[in-house]
């Protein structure tokens, strides 16, 4: 499993290049005296005349009405139609920071949160250029939409920008009628017919004939994800499913995977994505949706997801509805598909719908045989905006593949291969575009199902100390069928960015291996805490992993993680687990925080309990899980709750729910106490930046002052236990507590009763 490639998360790169300076007909101005209604937004220039296919820059300023007061920090959305202009690329200016990566969405909107750690300005600032591409003979509008906010150093909240002034633009006569060259005369695109995209040409016309049917697989072997990757943090199992017609071999387990796309945001904890170039995912309106980005270059680009936790290695079956697939400047070159495959693509069977509406569903697949790709139509025509449910089973070493046209005449199958392949991999949902020169384009999907015998976690991990605390031996189960163990061991206190996956560090007691035996003996560090967590290997196929105790070696026996001793309140005690944002396992000055805890019943009545002591509890989805308990004497109510917890830096939450995922906007609560079970609030984090006040402490609010003290402190670079601006509990003053703050801002207020 050496030869596992990480699922990396893309970042934009931006860079710190100075920008042109326009100021021209009086969108910029630098006015006397300072108000909220004289703030202004400008991208400039205002007037811009470019070409179809040409890259063009634009510079976004903020006024903040006056010469003399200075811009703190600010947040913005860029809209644009991502129909007639492509985003290429942001460069940050006048050392401002981009705290977070703007990403183009539905819409095209391009979201910025920025501040400064150096020396602020004033007046007009320019704060990032950003350059796009003309997808054809068109023009429009690039402007910051509503709601932009300003933070100005000294005013204790943010400001609304007043008036957004636009960018008009242009691209060879701004959508009129272009002078160009007519292109031959050609209705289909046979490779005799094809030709080049040249910008002199006028706008293809609509193409009636049938293009003739010419597929290259999804994702082929050079460029495509593997299945999900060996986590650093296991996932456990998502349900406990009925077996069905699936019979699962010993040392695998059932399990199954659902998500129809109902909540507000994609699940990144849930699936693994993969999206070189700039390939995104957003979800909204019930769907989940794949974005590619345009490209002159010859390669391909693509756009993958797949299913967290469900490396198949026996029988399966996925199913998921396939629904608008769309692109830019009525150019078509990309393919949508569900595909199985092994970890090299030597195996593989795939159902697509291909880049012309009249070659219909495709059904491809890795020959055995022949060592190459074949690909087969289904003869059923099928519109790039028209949604068709599609499946894929396998049983022994049969598969099956199948489509839905959602017609009332429920699934016909299109193809079936017996004696295909028995072994391991996986299942991803891909968006390809084919070049050269291809255009944006985005899919959607929803109701995504996947039933799957997958391997079985390892059980009983034990952990033993030597004498000397300089070793320990760590022992499971064996797990029937299993080829191998993926075994890691992370000392904590030594994680950081510079480490594989953020905690195997090079020349350390760190452990990353795959192991043969169920027993293993490694040396440690005595006096210090580990973590450990073991996958079960099945060939190509990998358990969602399991973790052991955590580990401290001081003498002969393993210490597990404290737990608080229970109170002996004969009424009984409420326990709960919770997250803090940004506080990642293993922050070692964010043990023993203390938080507020207010119970409320009756919608009115409350009491509250100071100095809560929490306590890790490990690792939740990479962050630290807390948990603390409080009596219930005097508590007049056993249903009906509501729980306020306020942590010391953060703003306080209510929890209405157990198991709650969001913000919980009812009067009172629906919690009904029950003795000795614990509540899980660590499903929705409590915001961070709430340190100061008018009176120099915490006050209820996330405002402009509590920006100021974090900005002056992180400036500071301050290592070292007990700071007030630490907002993750890392042990230093960094940019990502400002980045934490300015998350809370758009909430500003904790929530109250």
Same mark, same amino acid.
């Given at each position: 499993?050496?030869?596992?490639?990480?699922?990396?998360?893309?970042?934009?790169?931006?860079?710190?290049?100075?920008?042109?300076?326009?100021?021209?007909?009086?969108?910029?101005?630098?006015?006397?005296?300072?108000?909220?209604?004289?703030?202004?937004?400008?991208?400039? *220039?205002?007037? @811009?005349?470019?070409?179809?296919?040409?890259?063009?820059?634009?510079?976004?300023?903020?006024?903040?009405?006056?010469?003399?007061?200075?811009?703190?920090?600010?947040?913005?959305?860029?809209?644009?139609? *991502?129909?007639? +202009?492509?985003?290429?690329?942001?460069?940050?200016?006048?050392?401002?920071?981009?705290?977070?990566?703007?990403?183009?969405?539905?819409?095209?909107?391009?979201?910025?949160?920025?501040?400064?750690?150096?020396?602020?300005?004033?007046?007009?600032?320019?704060?990032?250029?950003?350059?796009?591409?003309?997808?054809?003979?068109?023009?429009?509008?690039?402007?910051?939409?509503?709601?932009?906010?300003?933070?100005?150093?000294?005013?204790?909240?943010?400001?609304?920008?007043?008036?957004?002034?636009?960018?008009?633009?242009?691209?060879?006569?701004?959508?009129?009628?272009?002078?160009?060259?007519?292109?031959?005369?050609?209705?289909?695109?046979?490779?005799?017919?094809?030709?080049?995209?040249?910008?002199?040409?006028?706008?293809?016309?609509?193409?009636?004939?049938?293009?003739?049917?010419?597929?290259?697989?999804?994702?082929?072997?050079?460029?495509?994800?593997?299945?999900?990757?060996?986590?650093?943090?296991?996932?456990?199992?998502?349900?406990?499913?009925?077996?069905?017609?699936?019979?699962?071999?010993?040392?695998?387990?059932?399990?199954?995977?659902?998500?129809?796309?109902?909540?507000?945001?994609?699940?990144?904890?849930?699936?693994?994505?993969?999206?070189?170039?700039?390939?995104?995912?957003?979800?909204?309106?019930?769907?989940?949706?794949?974005?590619?980005?345009?490209?002159?270059? *010859?390669?391909?680009?693509?756009?993958?997801?797949?299913?967290?936790?469900?490396?198949?290695?026996?029988?399966?079956?996925?199913?998921?509805?396939?629904?608008?697939?769309?692109?830019?400047?009525?150019?078509?070159?990309?393919?949508?598909? +569900?595909?199985?495959?092994?970890?090299?693509?030597?195996?593989?069977?795939?159902?697509?719908?291909?880049?012309?509406?009249?070659?219909?569903?495709?059904?491809?697949?890795?020959?055995?045989?022949?060592?190459?790709?074949?690909?087969?139509?289904?003869?059923?025509?099928?519109?790039?905006?028209?949604?068709?449910?599609?499946?894929?089973?396998?049983?022994?070493?049969?598969?099956?593949?199948?489509?839905?046209?959602?017609?009332?005449?429920?699934?016909?199958?299109?193809?079936?291969?017996?004696?295909?392949?028995?072994?391991?991999?996986?299942?991803?949902?891909?968006?390809?575009?084919?070049?050269?020169?291809?255009?944006?384009?985005?899919?959607?999907?929803?109701?995504?199902?996947?039933?799957?015998?997958?391997?079985?976690?390892?059980?009983?991990?034990?952990?033993?100390?030597?004498?000397?605390?300089?070793?320990?031996?760590?022992?499971?189960?064996?797990?029937?069928?299993?080829?191998?163990?993926?075994?890691?061991?992370?000392?904590?206190?030594?994680?950081?960015?510079?480490?594989?996956?953020?905690?195997?560090?090079?020349?350390?007691?760190?452990?990353?291996?795959?192991?043969?035996?169920?027993?293993?003996?490694?040396?440690?560090?005595?006096?210090?805490?580990?973590?450990?967590?073991?996958?079960?290997?099945?060939?190509?196929?990998?358990?969602?992993?399991?973790?052991?105790?955590?580990?401290?070696?001081?003498?002969?026996?393993?210490?597990?993680?404290?737990?608080?001793?229970?109170?002996?309140?004969?009424?009984?005690?409420?326990?709960?687990?919770? +997250?803090?944002?940004?506080?990642?396992?293993?922050?070692?000055?964010?043990?023993?925080?203390?938080?507020?805890?207010?119970?409320?019943?009756?919608?009115?009545?409350?009491?509250?309990?100071?100095?809560?002591?929490?306590?890790?509890?490990?690792?939740?989805?990479?962050?630290?899980?807390?948990?603390?308990?409080?009596?219930?004497?005097?508590?007049?109510?056993?249903?009906?709750?509501?729980?306020?917890?306020?942590?010391?830096?953060?703003?306080?939450?209510?929890?209405?729910?157990?198991?709650?995922?969001?913000?919980?906007?009812?009067?009172?609560?629906?919690?009904?106490?029950?003795?000795?079970?614990?509540?899980?609030?660590?499903?929705?984090?409590?915001?961070?930046?709430?340190?100061?006040?008018?009176?120099?402490?915490?006050?209820?609010?996330?405002?402009?002052?509590?920006?100021?003290?974090?900005?002056?402190?992180?400036?500071?670079?301050?290592?070292?236990?007990?700071?007030?601006?630490?907002?993750?509990?890392?042990?230093? @003053?960094?940019?990502?507590?400002?980045?934490?703050?300015?998350?809370?801002?758009?909430?500003?207020?904790?929530?109250?009763?």
């Amino acid at each position: 499993m050496s030869n596992v490639i990480k699922v990396l998360t893309l970042v934009m790169l931006v860079g710190a290049l100075a920008g042109g300076v326009y100021l021209v007909n009086g969108n910029v101005q630098f006015l006397g005296k300072a108000s909220q209604a004289e703030t202004s937004s400008s991208v400039l *220039p205002n007037i @811009l005349n470019t070409s179809a296919g040409q890259n063009f820059d634009v510079h976004v300023w903020l006024n903040t009405g006056n010469d003399t007061d200075k811009l703190s920090g600010a947040e913005f959305t860029v809209k644009f139609d *991502p129909h007639k +202009i492509g985003f290429v690329s942001a460069t940050e200016q006048n050392g401002y920071t981009i705290l977070n990566s703007g990403q183009t969405g539905p819409g095209g909107n391009l979201t910025y949160k920025m501040v400064t750690l150096g020396a602020e300005k004033s007046g007009a600032v320019e704060l990032v250029k950003l350059t796009f591409k003309a997808l054809g003979f068109q023009s429009g509008s690039i402007v910051v939409g509503p709601g932009a906010k300003i933070m100005i150093n000294g005013q204790p909240a943010t400001w609304n920008v007043a008036t957004n002034n636009p960018s008009n633009y242009s691209a060879a006569g701004g959508g009129g009628a272009p002078t160009c060259v007519p292109r031959p005369a050609c209705l289909n695109e046979t490779p005799a017919c094809k030709m080049p995209e040249l910008a002199t040409y006028c706008p293809k016309p609509t193409e009636t004939a049938t293009p003739t049917l010419t597929v290259t697989p999804t994702l082929p072997p050079a460029s495509t994800p593997t299945p999900p990757p060996i986590s650093s943090t296991p996932t456990p199992p998502v349900s406990t499913p009925t077996p069905g017609s699936i019979s699962c071999a010993q040392g695998s387990e059932l399990k199954t995977f659902a998500d129809d796309f109902s909540g507000a945001a994609f699940d990144t904890n849930k699936w693994w994505s993969w999206g070189p170039n700039g390939g995104s995912v957003a979800q909204s309106n019930g769907q989940a949706t794949l974005y590619i980005t345009s490209s002159t270059g *010859p390669d391909s680009n693509g756009m993958g997801i797949g299913p967290g936790g469900m490396s198949v290695s026996g029988d399966f079956k996925t199913e998921v509805t396939l629904g608008n697939h769309t692109n830019t400047s009525g150019k078509l070159t990309s393919t949508f598909s +569900i595909t199985f495959a092994n970890n090299d693509w030597t195996r593989a069977v795939q159902i697509l719908k291909n880049y012309g509406d009249s070659s219909g569903l495709i059904i491809g697949w890795y020959d055995v045989g022949t060592t190459s790709w074949k690909n087969e139509s289904t003869n059923v025509p099928v519109g790039h905006n028209t949604p068709v449910k599609v499946k894929i089973e396998r049983a022994g070493g049969t598969f099956k593949v199948s489509f839905d046209m959602l017609d009332g005449n429920g699934y016909k199958l299109a193809k079936q291969f017996d004696n295909y392949y028995t072994g391991g991999g996986g299942v991803s949902i891909g968006l390809s575009n084919w070049g050269p020169d291809f255009p944006q384009a985005s899919a959607s999907i929803d109701n995504f199902n996947m039933t799957a015998c997958v391997p079985s976690n390892p059980i009983n991990l034990k952990a033993t100390c030597s004498a000397d605390g300089t070793q320990v031996t760590l022992t499971w189960d064996k797990v029937t069928n299993a080829t191998q163990y993926a075994l890691r061991l992370d000392d904590i206190s030594n994680n950081a960015n510079t480490c594989q996956d953020g905690w195997a560090c090079p020349n350390s007691t760190d452990v990353l291996a795959d192991v043969a035996s169920n027993t293993n003996t490694y040396n440690i560090l005595p006096n210090k805490q580990y973590n450990w967590w073991i996958h079960t290997l099945n060939g190509e196929a990998i358990s969602s992993g399991v973790g052991g105790a955590a580990i401290n070696c001081v003498g002969s026996v393993a210490t597990e993680t404290v737990v608080p001793t229970p109170t002996t309140d004969p009424s009984g005690v409420l326990k709960f687990k919770t +997250i803090f944002a940004g506080v990642q396992a293993g922050s070692l000055c964010a043990e023993n925080w203390k938080a507020t805890v207010t119970v409320l019943w009756g919608n009115a009545q409350t009491k509250i309990f100071n100095n809560v002591l929490l306590t890790d509890m490990g690792n939740s989805d990479g962050l630290m899980q807390f948990s603390g308990q409080i009596p219930m004497a005097g508590i007049g109510s056993s249903d009906g709750l509501a729980v306020f917890i306020k942590g010391p830096r953060q703003l306080q939450t209510k929890y209405g729910i157990d198991g709650q995922t969001g913000y919980y906007n009812k009067a009172g609560g629906e919690i009904s106490w029950q003795n000795g079970k614990t509540y899980d609030f660590s499903q929705y984090a409590n915001l961070a930046g709430d340190v100061t006040g008018p009176d120099g402490v915490p006050d209820g609010k996330v405002d402009g002052l509590d920006f100021a003290y974090v900005k002056a402190e992180v400036a500071k670079r301050t290592s070292g236990d007990k700071l007030i601006a630490d907002l993750n509990g890392n042990c230093q @003053l960094e940019s990502q507590d400002l980045s934490l703050l300015m998350v809370a801002m758009s909430d500003k207020m904790e929530q109250l009763y």
